[in-house]
C-alpha cells in the first residue's frame, strides 16, 4: 500500500484494538485521500470514536500501521497539522468563548494579530460573532457544539477529525456548516468525520461502513448504492451487514 | 409507591459504586481507631537533661518516670535541650535548680511543670524547701494551645484546600473532555503539569499570604521567625498538595469519589502532623507520618514561628517537600500516557 504518496492523507492498515478480550477494532485497512470528506458510518458502539482516536494517537492500536501526511502515528508534531473535534464538546464553560479560543489557539501556537483575526474568522463561520464575550456555561447545545468546531478550524489544520460533528444543530446551520466544510475541502482541507446519520453520510465524498468493528466497504456513496443494488444507503448497509452474519 | 421506587435506586446507586459504600462503612471506622490511638495515648514522660551529675531533683524525677539524660557540659546539654532530645534541663545555682523547658509544645511545658511539682514535693520532705527557677527557651509559660496549633493548621488548611480544589479540577478536565481536547493539540505532557503548578502557584502563593497573614497579624499567633519562611514552606506544601491531587484524580470518577480522598489523604495527616505530641504513639504509627508531607510542613513551620529559626534547620524538610512534589508531578505526567503515549 502507499504511503508517500502525497495525494494519500491518511493510510490505515490492518489495525487491530482489543481490549483486554475484547476485539473493538477487525483489521482495519483504509486510505484517506488530500481535499476529500471521508465519512466514518456506523451505529454507536461500532468503533468510530476508537478509530478516529487511533488516527491521531489517543488511543493505542493492538497492531498495524496509521500513516497520517506519509509520518508514521502516534507522532507528536503532526498534532499541529490536525484538526480535533471529539464527541463531548470539551469546553471550559466557566470561562467565556473568546477565552476559550484564545487558549487553543495559543497550544497551536497561533499568536498576537494573527490570531484576533482567526478568531474573528472561525466565529463568522460557525454563525456566533455576536456570542464571543458570553460565557460558554450560557451557550445552548448547538451553540457549544459549533464553538467546538470553531476551536478546531482555529490552527488552519490540513487535516481534520471530526467526531460526530452535527449532532445537536438544527438543519439550517447543519446546512452551513457543511457549505463550510466543502469550502473549506476547496482550500485543500482533508475532512475525516464520524457520523450514524444516513443522510448526512450522503454528502461524504467516500464512506467507510463499519459495524462491530469490521470495515464492511468503503466507496462512494453511490457506488455503494449501486453495488447493492439499493435505493437508499441505509439498504446498501443493510445488505454489507447481512452479508457478514 | 413512589417512595419505594425512590428508596429502592438510591440502594441500587450505592451497590453499583462500591468504593462510596466502602467508605461510608470502613473510613470512618480508619478514622475513629487513629482518634483513639491519639487521644488515648500513654502518659507523656518528659526526657530530662542534666549536667556531670544527677542531683536529688533529678533522682526524683527518674522515679516518677522520667527519663534522665546527663551530659558533661552544659554547652552540650543546651544543645541537646535545642534539638528536643531532652524536654528540660536542669542545673544547680548554688543550690536552687534551675529548670530551662524547651517550651514550643504546651502540651510537654504542662507535664515537665507537672513532673516538677511532684518531684519537688517528695525531695522537699527530706531537705529545706527551695524554689526552683523556670524558665524557657522557646515560647513562655503563657503560650496557647493555639499558638502550637497555629503553625500546624495553617499548613493543613492550605494543604487540604489546595489538594481538593486542585484534584477536582483536574478531574474536571477528564470527565468534561478538555483534557483529551489538550492532548489533541501539540501540548506535551509534561507542559500541561507544569502548566497547572504555575497557575495553581499563583493562586497558592496569594492564598499562603492570605492565611499566614491572618493567622499571625488578626489571629495573633505566636510568630518569631522569618515571615518570607513560612510563605516558602506554604508554597512548597501546597505544591504537593497539588501535585497528589492531580494525581488521585485519576483514581476518582466524579467529585464525589474526590471528597472521599479527604478522610483516607487529609485526616490522618492532621493527626500525625504533631497536632498532638507523637511520641506516646506505637512506633509504628509514628513511623506513618514520614510519608505524609504535612507532618514535613507543620514541622517546619513550627521551627519557623515558635523557634524562630532560619534556612539550617528547615531546610531537610524543605528538600523533602520538594521531593514529593517531583515524584507526583513525575507519576502525573507519567498518568497522562494512558491517554496520550507521546
Redesign the interface.
Known sequence: MINNDDQCVISVQHVNKEYGNKQVLHDISLNVFKAEIFGILGPSGSGKTTLVKIL???E?RSSGDVYILGTLM????M??Q?G?M????????ELTALENLEF?AS???VRGQHRSQRIQEVMELVNLKEHLYKQVGQYSGGMKRRLSLA?SLLHEPALLILDEPTVGIDPILRQSIWRELRSLTAKGTTIVLTTHVMDEAEKCDRLGMIRDGELLAVDSPQALIDATQSSTLEEAFIHYGGIRS | MRIGAMILRILRQFIHDKRTMALMFIAPLIVLSLMSLVFSGKEYHPNIGVVSQASSLSTAMEKLGAKVLIYNTEPLATQALDNRDIDALITLKETIPQVLIEGSDPSINKSVQLLLEKSMNQVSTTQVQFKPEISFLHGSLDMAVIDRFGPIMIGVFIFFFVFLIAGISFLRERTTGTLERLLSTPIKRWEIVIGYVGGFGIFTLIQALLISFFSIKVLGIMMVGNFGYVLLITILLSMTALTLGMLLSAFASNELQMMQFIPLIIVPQIFLSGLLPLNTLPLWLQKIGYVMPIYYGADAMIDVMIRGKGWSHISTDLYILLLFSLIFSTLNILALRKHRTM
Open positions: 491521531i494517537g489517543m493505542q502516534p507522532k507528536l508534531n498534532l499541529q490536525i480535533y471529539a464527541q463531548s464538546d470539551a469546553l471550559y464553560t487553543f497550544l497551536y501556537g476551536i
